[in-house]
């Protein structure tokens, strides 16, 4: 009987559903001031807004009336959002559903577009935001695409909610379950290694090998020796013959870091690679299949590199099917607050303390430049813990900290301490003729003034430049 009913319901909202009616939102949070507020905003638009505070207050409206959108938080009260989005994609299968949670990461993101969910929102909303959603997602009805399928693994290490953040989780989410090359973009200590596990961990391939190997680590022969493999006699030392990371990593991923650095002659053979999905070790005549994914990352412009010769252009349009762009630190300053939680977290429960850290000192780190990005605060936080006077981190200690690492640095290779006064003060005056120009936009910047993000911020620190200045 109740299937019965639910097909009658499901006849009867269709039949609804090209009535001419306000387009229908349906609520579901138990946070009863969202509920109000999001009714009160989507009243005021035109929108029809139905409200609930749990599953089983939202179930009985769907077997009511037709909905064209679902605002749905992800942690009812005790309830999974995840497991009623997919009761609500049953029941309404032509119902557009976003989800919503103060706790955004990519293993959330992950699961609600597996779910069906169409986009995904971080609390605090903003109301330009949510009312540019609604406006692209209630026109035309559309059928979503087959749901995704993929493989949970445990949350991963990457840290943010930030907008840019956001942008890089749904990215993992919509890539992950396929079988398309990733290039990763980001500068050096951004977290391109944490994307491409997460890539991995929410692909099909989860249960088969990752493989990590920097590319920039090893001779251009050693890297086709470790990738390939070798047979016996093949160079001066194989004295065995011996798998390479494509025949061991078979069916899983492999992640080539700093792919910017691999001669022309190894982007050849990387490349048949790809085309081919076949690998021959080195002294061998034999071609042995494999199924191995692709996800390279670089803190170089490949643009640059191909326009100069030193990187092959099909190469890298094989290798950027899909690219991910990382934000720097810089352009997530939001985010450091619970960088700084994450990375005491783990330092207490790896050396059994209990180190906290004053409000005033987590200010002081966020109004700070990263040229390291994450890296580097991380391992400023870890050092902070060690050498903490007390048990909780203060604003001072932090500053301390912050002035030892700058005399401690190395003057950058082009540094211009030796021209006279006047020269520095016309080089002081075109770098924050720049800043201007970029509003304030430091890798812009960096790029018109034609150096790197890093020689930016040396040069700006020896030249007295406050790059947190709004009016830089």
């Known amino acids: 009987m109740k299937q019965l009913q639910e097909i009658s319901d499901k006849q009867r909202i269709r039949s609804e559903m090209s009535v001419d009616r306000p387009i229908r939102v349906l609520v579901v949070d138990d946070d009863k001031s969202i509920c109000q507020w999001l009714n009160a905003v989507l009243t005021a638009e035109g929108y029809e807004c139905l409200a609930a505070r749990s599953v089983e207050d939202a179930e009985p409206l769907l077997h009511e009336r037709p909905v064209d959108l679902a605002l749905l938080d992800i942690y009812i009260g005790q309830a999974n959002g995840l497991e009623f989005l997919e009761k609500l994609k049953t029941l309404q299968p032509e119902c557009k559903c976003v989800a919503m949670t103060a706790h955004a990461t990519v293993e959330t993101v992950a699961r609600s577009v597996a779910g069906g969910a169409l986009e995904y929102l971080s609390k605090p909303l903003l109301i330009d935001d949510l009312l540019a959603l609604l406006r692209r997602l209630t026109g035309p009805r559309q059928t979503p695409s ?15 909610r930030s907008a840019k953040m956001l942008e890089v989780y749904r990215a993992v989410a ?10 990763i973009t980001g500068a050096s200590g951004s977290g391109k290694e944490l994307v491409a596990r997460a890539i991995h961990a929410h692909s099909t391939r989860a249960e088969k090998p990752f493989t990590p190997i920097n590319c920039g680590s090893f001779p251009e022969t050693i890297l086709e020796s470790e990738l390939f493999g070798h047979e016996k006699g093949a160079f001066t030392g ?17 992640f080539l870091d700093e792919i910017s650095e691999t001669s022309l002659s190894f982007q050849v053979k990387l490349l048949r690679v790809l085309q081919e999905q076949k690998v021959r070790r080195l002294g061998s005549n034999t071609f042995l299949p494999i199924d191995v994914r692709i996800v390279a990352a670089t803190n170089k412009d490949l643009s640059a590199l191909i326009r100069a010769g030193h990187f092959r252009e099909d190469l890298y349009y094989r290798l950027s099917v899909v690219t991910i762009q990382l934000p720097s630190l810089e352009e997530r300053t939001e985010d450091i607050p619970l960088l700084v939680k994450y990375f005491l977290e783990r330092f207490n429960l790896r050396n059994r303390r209990h180190v906290t850290i004053s409000e005033e000192a987590v200010r002081v780190l966020a109004s700070m430049s990263w040229p390291g990005n994450v890296r580097e605060l991380e391992n400023l936080i870890e050092r902070l813990a060690i050498f903490a006077a007390t048990d909780e981190i203060c604003a001072e200690e932090v500053r301390r900290e912050w002035t030892r690492r700058n005399q401690a640095m190395p003057a950058p290779e082009n540094s211009t301490a030796s021209l006279p006064g006047k020269l520095q003060e016309m080089e ?11 509003r304030g936009n430091k890798s812009l910047a960096a790029r018109k003034l034609g150096i790197e993000r890093k020689t930016l911020y040396e040069k700006a620190r020896r030249l007295g430049i406050d790059l947190q200045s709004k009016e830089t």
């Open 238 to 254: 194989a004295d065995t013959s011996r798998s390479g990371l494509f025949e061991v990593t078979d069916g899983g991923t492999i």
């Open 146 to 160: 087959e749901e995704l399928k993929v493989s949970f693994a445990p949350e991963s290490a990457i840290v943010g």
């Open 174 to 183: 919509r890539v992950a379950p396929s079988t398309a090359s990733v290039l």
């Open 428 to 438: 002081r005056q075109e770098i924050l003729r720049i800043l201007r120009e970029s």
